[in-house]
């Protein structure tokens, strides 16, 4: 059975995180994209549309002192929907986090419209940024 496309166009995705890319992300994201950050951290709220993402991206790194990074496990998706598995690991003032998670997207026409984060320690980096 073939790979899905939006499976490759995910893991594109995380790659392009990694170096930056954000080319790539707006190949990937949907200008109206919402994106979910849960927890109660001060990064916590509803970011709407690339460039509000783009800022809660840089924000993240800043606050993780450039050491925010995702090890990807594995992606599934059909046309609506995708799941990534991921490991996140974070540090900040010599206290560091790695946490197991599910990146749920919505997807139209290929694109990203919409992310949840399901995570298994939901309050551990709200301990590391506040």
Do not use: C, P
């Not at 001060?42 to 549309?49: E, F, V």
């Not at 993780?64 to 690991?89: I, K, M, N, R």
């Amino acid at each position: 059975m073939a790979e899905h496309q939006n499976v490759a166009r995910i893991r594109d995705g995380y790659a392009a995180f990694a170096k930056g890319d954000f080319a790539t992300l707006n190949e990937l994201f949907a200008e109206d994209l919402v994106w979910h950050v849960g927890g109660r951290n001060q990064l916590t709220k509803d970011y709407r549309g690339r460039d509000e993402v783009y800022g809660f991206f840089g924000r993240l790194l800043e606050l993780t002192e450039g050491s925010f990074h995702l090890d990807l496990h594995t992606v599934f998706a059909d046309d609506e929907h995708g799941v990534a598995l991921v490991a996140t690991s974070a540090s900040r003032g010599g206290k560091s986090v790695r946490i197991n998670e599910a990146h749920v997207y919505h997807l139209r026409d290929g694109k990203v419209t919409e992310f949840w984060d399901a995570s298994t320690d939901e309050y551990a980096l709200d301990e590391l940024i506040g």
